[in-house]
């Protein structure tokens, strides 16, 4: 029972960032009709977000010890951060653990801009492109994205630990612990989705939104510029991304790759969830990422060796066979 | 009656033609064009440098190179002369190898075999290398071996630590000079009694490939042959990313030691997640739950940040070494890229220089010259008892005396025992090494089962 209920967190937590990597392309082919495969990208460099921050707080001053020789034999330099210089040792230090709650305040502005800067300087050049033009372009994006984090920050991962306060575990019952971080992402996540519905639904914008969402023209033609929120929509659905790259970083150290990896199975969730429905995006990402945390379990992979390998696109292909449209798709896409 | 229709003029057309035919295969092996697969016939002479720069080991391939970059340097008489100046061999004077310049091609394995394979053959076919050399994945360095067997040119494995690459799937034209699963297990044993005890239970993640079978295979072995249970070994995708799905179910499991056969970021992720989950922290059995990473490196340790600290593993090579050569490429590779190698590293640029040497000494670059140069006749590792003990015995390369075995291709040499320091005192300094465990305790028998089925065969000088 404790081995059942730790695989349900687990599926929660991968869905939590199936769900918002979801999220997000939903809310772009939802609004602007665009297949965007440079989510994922846009996933890792929220996840770097936190990583620069975590680097400028540890920017520092170099001291020259005399007595202390480093791996050349030469005297060593001693780092101090500025942040510790310039708060104390003890608030400094505070301040560096805690980079990666802090780097959400960071990632939303980065997020925002590089999300309105994509839109309009290059996807909507695409609006009226087929959709195989459109993924060409965002993967060729992506790819790029990817080679230049690469280069600035190399290929090794690169740790972004949580701040000693929600480090650890969590004793949640009689011998059932879970990592206190990975219940704050998943609490991160529902106030995201929950936020993102929210604004959809209770706002005016959000109204004319999803108004845009269903006939794009009438919208259009009661003088409502639909175009510049959807623009926003866009920048919003980068910045949910970002988000939810921002606190994955202590999940899992954040890499150059983590965007594609996370990418095929995003879209994976897209598809059975329905393209274009936000809670069947949302409801996938979490029933997929808990299917797949239980086709890893021991008995799953003795019974059906490599199930956890392909649960994932098992379940695709059922739900693409047994209803096209997906779980809560609206009818008539992707169906004839 | 049978009716035929031969002329004089069509005997003769076709038995022009038949003799062309029969004649043809000797136009490759006539003395009027080269005996072998790219003997270099201008001023310089081509090596490939195939790793990868993408994938989970991207990170090992970057310091691959620039080891290569090192030791091409060296070899064309340029830096400090790095290993060149404590190597026992001392026909290399910086003049190249035969007194052609060594320049170079590199390319990207994609950690992905089929990918690595096309690189390795496009550097053959198009750059005309005469040897290629890289790595970081068994699974390639298998099937780059391969290939290079078929193509007759020299495969002089880079990190490659499955038992197969020089076991079931070993090739006269391959060598290793990296170590393998094996002795990570004979060489960790011990140190793993003497720190844990001898009644534990462990359960294994598995990378789910040639090296991690062989790996796990290996290190169950060793320590169920000093008492511990293996509870379970589960096998993980190379491609995972997160393993909390294969972590959770230890905590009930009843082991009390997690052995990671993973590498490079599977096992940055897997640590991470088992670290995550409390099983540092947690008792059981009455005992401190521990973790076991066999394959260490100072470029995994350095992703796995603080959670590295205080565990065990074994590596082929650490900068921390004194022996005069580990100093000296300390030294050129430190001023030259502003921090320490790895291992992966190092081996990529000792075997850059075994293979110049063995040219040098062979005074050929025809493949079979250069086998014959490697498994160097009657030399033999002191202190050890057996009719395989026979190869080219070098040293001053790092890890003490080492011989290149001329039976599989396989080096034996000194293996090390590191631990993740407690306390470091720079971002460099992040393993300690706790034990140098000899080469003759992790020597094995070349029909070994766990080496065992395939053969060397011959070597291969192609065209």
Same mark, same amino acid.
């Not at chain 1, 790759?257 to 979490?286: N, R, T």
């Not at chain 2, 000093?226 to 070994?233: D, F, I, Q, R």
């Not at chain 2, 499991?253 to 096992?267: C, E, I, P, R």
């Given at each position: 029972?404790?081995?059942?209920?730790?695989?349900?967190?687990?599926?929660?937590?991968?869905?939590?960032?199936?769900?918002?990597?979801?999220?997000?392309?939903?809310?772009?082919?939802?609004?602007?009709?665009?297949?965007?495969?440079?989510?994922?990208?846009?996933?890792?460099?929220?996840?770097?977000?936190?990583?620069?921050?975590?680097?400028?707080?540890?920017?520092?001053?170099?001291?020259?010890?005399?007595?202390?020789?480093?791996?050349?034999?030469?005297?060593?330099?001693?780092? /101090?951060?500025?942040?510790?210089?310039?708060?104390?040792?003890?608030?400094?230090?505070?301040?560096?653990?805690?980079?990666?709650?802090?780097?959400? +305040?960071?990632?939303?502005?980065?997020?925002?801009?590089?999300?309105?800067?994509?839109?309009?300087?290059?996807?909507?050049?695409?609006?009226?492109?087929?959709?195989? %033009?459109?993924?060409?372009?965002?993967?060729?994006?992506?790819?790029?994205?990817?080679?230049?984090?690469?280069?600035?920050?190399?290929?090794?991962?690169?740790?972004?630990? !949580?701040?000693?306060?929600?480090?650890?575990?969590?004793?949640?019952?009689?011998?059932?612990?879970?990592?206190?971080?990975?219940?704050?992402?998943?609490?991160?996540?529902?106030?995201?989705?929950?936020?993102?519905?929210?604004?959809?639904?209770?706002?005016?914008?959000?109204?004319?939104?999803?108004?845009?969402?269903?006939?794009?023209?009438?919208?259009?033609?009661?003088?409502?510029?639909?175009?510049?929120?959807?623009?926003?929509?866009?920048?919003?659905? !980068?910045?949910?991304?970002?988000?939810?790259?921002?606190?994955?970083?202590?999940?899992?150290?954040?890499?150059?790759?983590?965007?594609?990896?996370?990418?095929?199975?995003?879209?994976?969730?897209?598809?059975?969830?329905?393209?274009?429905?936000?809670?069947?995006?949302? +409801?996938?990402?979490?029933?997929?990422?808990?299917?797949?945390?239980?086709?890893?379990?021991?008995?799953?992979?003795?019974?059906?060796?490599?199930?956890?390998?392909?649960?994932?696109?098992?379940?695709?292909?059922?739900?693409?066979?047994?209803?096209?449209?997906?779980?809560?798709?609206?009818?008539?896409?992707?169906?004839? | 009656?049978?009716?035929?229709?031969?002329?004089?003029?069509?005997?003769?057309?076709?038995?022009?033609?038949?003799?062309?035919?029969?004649? +043809?295969?000797?136009?490759?092996?006539?003395?009027?064009?080269?005996?072998?697969?790219?003997?270099?016939?201008?001023?310089?002479?081509?090596?490939?440098?195939?790793?990868?720069?993408?994938?989970?080991?991207?990170?090992?391939?970057?310091?691959?190179?620039?080891?290569?970059?090192?030791?091409?340097?060296?070899?064309?008489?340029?830096? %400090?002369?790095?290993?060149?100046?404590?190597?026992?061999?001392?026909?290399?004077?910086?003049?190249?190898?035969?007194?052609?310049?060594?320049?170079?091609?590199?390319?990207?394995?994609? /950690?992905?075999?089929?990918?690595?394979? #096309?690189?390795?053959?496009?550097?053959?076919?198009? %750059?005309?290398?005469?040897?290629?050399?890289?790595?970081?994945?068994?699974?390639?360095?298998?099937?780059?071996?391969?290939?290079?067997?078929?193509?007759?040119?020299?495969?002089? #494995?880079?990190? /490659?630590?499955?038992? @197969?690459?020089?076991?079931?799937?070993?090739?006269?034209?391959?060598?290793?000079?990296?170590?393998?699963?094996?002795?990570? #297990?004979?060489?960790?044993?011990?140190?793993?009694?003497?720190?844990?005890?001898?009644?534990?239970?462990?359960?294994?993640?598995? !990378?789910?490939?040639?090296?991690?079978?062989?790996?796990?295979?290996?290190?169950?072995?060793?320590?169920? #042959?000093?008492?511990?249970?293996?509870?379970?070994?589960?096998?993980?995708?190379?491609?995972?990313?997160?393993?909390?799905?294969?972590?959770?179910?230890?905590?009930?499991?009843?082991?009390?030691?997690?052995?990671?056969?993973?590498?490079?970021?599977?096992?940055?992720?897997?640590?991470?997640?088992?670290?995550?989950?409390?099983?540092?922290?947690?008792?059981?059995?009455?005992?401190?739950?521990?973790?076991?990473?066999?394959?260490?490196?100072? +470029?995994?340790?350095?992703?796995?940040?603080?959670?590295?600290?205080?565990?065990?593993?074994?590596?082929?090579?650490?900068?921390?070494?004194? @022996?005069?050569?580990?100093?000296?490429?300390?030294?050129?590779?430190?001023?030259?890229?502003?921090?320490?190698?790895?291992?992966?590293?190092?081996?990529?640029?000792?075997?850059?220089?075994?293979?110049?040497?063995?040219?040098?000494?062979?005074?050929?670059?025809?493949?079979?010259?250069?086998?014959?140069?490697?498994?160097?006749?009657?030399?033999?590792?002191?202190?050890?008892?057996?009719?395989?003990?026979?190869?080219?015995?070098?040293?001053?390369?790092?890890?003490?005396?080492?011989?290149?075995?001329?039976?599989?291709?396989?080096?034996?040499?000194?293996?090390?025992?590191?631990?993740?320091?407690?306390?470091?005192?720079?971002?460099? @300094?992040?393993?300690?090494?706790?034990?140098?465990?000899?080469?003759?305790?992790?020597?094995?028998?070349?029909?070994?089962?766990?080496?065992?089925?395939?053969?060397?065969?011959?070597?291969?000088?192609?065209?």
């Amino acid at each position: 029972m404790d081995a059942i209920l730790l695989q349900i967190l687990n599926g929660l937590d991968k869905g939590s960032a199936y769900a918002l990597i979801a999220l997000g392309l939903t809310l772009i082919f939802g609004t602007l009709g665009v297949v965007n495969f440079a989510h994922g990208a846009i996933f890792m460099i929220g996840a770097f977000c936190s990583v620069t921050l975590q680097r400028l707080f540890n920017l520092s001053y170099e001291v020259i010890d005399e007595t202390q020789k480093d791996f050349l034999g030469n005297p060593l330099k001693v780092k /101090t951060p500025y942040v510790e210089s310039w708060f104390g040792p003890e608030m400094g230090a505070t301040i560096i653990d805690w980079s990666v709650p802090l780097a959400i +305040l960071f990632a939303i502005p980065v997020m925002l801009v590089i999300g309105y800067v994509m839109e309009r300087g290059l996807i909507k050049h695409f609006y009226k492109r087929p959709h195989a %033009d459109q993924i060409l372009v965002t993967f060729g994006l992506a790819i790029v994205l990817q080679e230049v984090i690469k280069y600035f920050f190399g290929a090794n991962p690169i740790q972004t630990p !949580a701040p000693e306060a929600l480090s650890g575990v969590a004793q949640l019952a009689e011998g059932i612990v879970y990592p206190v971080w990975r219940i704050v992402y998943f609490c991160f996540a529902v106030v995201i989705i929950g936020a993102v519905f929210a604004f959809l639904q209770f706002t005016t914008f959000g109204m004319v939104v999803r108004a845009g969402m269903a006939d794009r023209e009438t919208v259009g033609l009661l003088g409502i510029d639909i175009d510049k929120r959807f623009t926003i929509m866009f920048g919003l659905a !980068a910045a949910v991304a970002g988000l939810a790259g921002v606190m994955y970083g202590p999940i899992n150290a954040p890499n150059y790759h983590m965007g594609m990896d996370f990418l095929v199975l995003s879209f994976v969730v897209v598809v059975v969830g329905g393209m274009g429905s936000l809670p069947g995006a949302v +409801l996938a990402g979490f029933v997929l990422g808990i299917l797949e945390s239980f086709a890893s379990t021991t008995w799953a992979t003795t019974t059906l060796p490599g199930i956890n390998q392909i649960i994932i696109y098992l379940v695709a292909i059922i739900i693409l066979l047994t209803r096209p449209r997906g779980l809560m798709g609206r009818k008539g896409v992707m169906e004839d | 009656m049978s009716k035929t229709n031969l002329t004089r003029r069509g005997v003769l057309k076709s038995g022009a033609v038949a003799g062309a035919g029969v004649a +043809l295969p000797t136009i490759f092996t006539g003395s009027s064009v080269s005996a072998f697969t790219n003997d270099p016939t201008g001023d310089t002479v081509t090596l490939g440098f195939n790793v990868p720069q993408t994938g989970p080991y991207a990170d090992e391939g970057a310091d691959e190179l620039r080891a290569y970059e090192l030791a091409v340097e060296h070899l064309n008489g340029g830096g %400090d002369g790095g290993m060149l100046n404590t190597f026992s061999s001392k026909v290399l004077d910086g003049t190249g190898i035969l007194g052609k310049k060594v320049a170079y091609v590199t390319g990207d394995t994609q /950690t992905k075999s089929d990918a690595a394979r #096309a690189s390795a053959k496009s550097m053959i076919e198009k %750059d005309g290398a005469v040897m290629i050399t890289g790595g970081s994945s068994s699974g390639v360095a298998v099937a780059v071996q391969g290939l290079c067997q078929e193509a007759g040119v020299i495969f002089m #494995a880079g990190l /490659t630590h499955s038992n @197969d690459t020089t076991g079931k799937d070993k090739k006269a034209n391959g060598f290793r000079h990296f170590f393998n699963g094996y002795m990570s #297990a004979a060489a960790l044993a011990p140190v793993l009694k003497n720190l844990y005890g001898d009644d534990r239970k462990a359960y294994h993640l598995t !990378a789910d490939y040639t090296w991690g079978w062989t790996q796990q295979e290996s290190i169950a072995a060793a320590t169920e #042959a000093m008492g511990w249970e293996t509870v379970n070994n589960v096998l993980t995708p190379l491609a995972a990313t997160d393993f909390s799905s294969y972590i959770a179910p230890v905590l009930n499991s009843g082991a009390d030691v997690l052995v990671l056969n993973h590498y490079g970021g599977n096992m940055v992720n897997s640590l991470t997640n088992a670290v995550q989950f409390g099983l540092r922290n947690k008792e059981v059995n009455g005992k401190n739950f521990e973790i076991v990473v066999p394959l260490f490196s100072r +470029l995994m340790a350095r992703g796995a940040g603080e959670n590295i600290k205080g565990i065990v593993g074994s590596t082929n090579w650490h900068w921390s070494l004194q @022996d005069e050569g580990s100093k000296a490429f300390v030294k050129s590779f430190g001023t030259k890229y502003g921090f320490p190698p790895s291992q992966a590293a190092h081996t990529c640029y000792v075997q850059t220089l075994l293979y110049a040497d063995a040219v040098q000494r062979a005074g050929s670059f025809n493949p079979c010259a250069v086998v014959e140069a490697l498994e160097g006749g009657d030399s033999s590792l002191p202190g050890i008892s057996s009719p395989a003990n026979k190869g080219y015995l070098f040293d001053g390369l790092g890890n003490g005396q080492t011989l290149y075995r001329s039976a599989d291709h396989q080096c034996f040499k000194d293996v090390l025992v590191v631990k993740g320091k407690e306390n470091p005192t720079s971002e460099f @300094d992040l393993l300690e090494v706790v034990e140098v465990t000899p080469a003759a305790q992790v020597w094995y028998e070349p029909d070994h089962p766990m080496f065992a089925g395939g053969q060397l065969g011959s070597c291969n000088p192609g065209a």
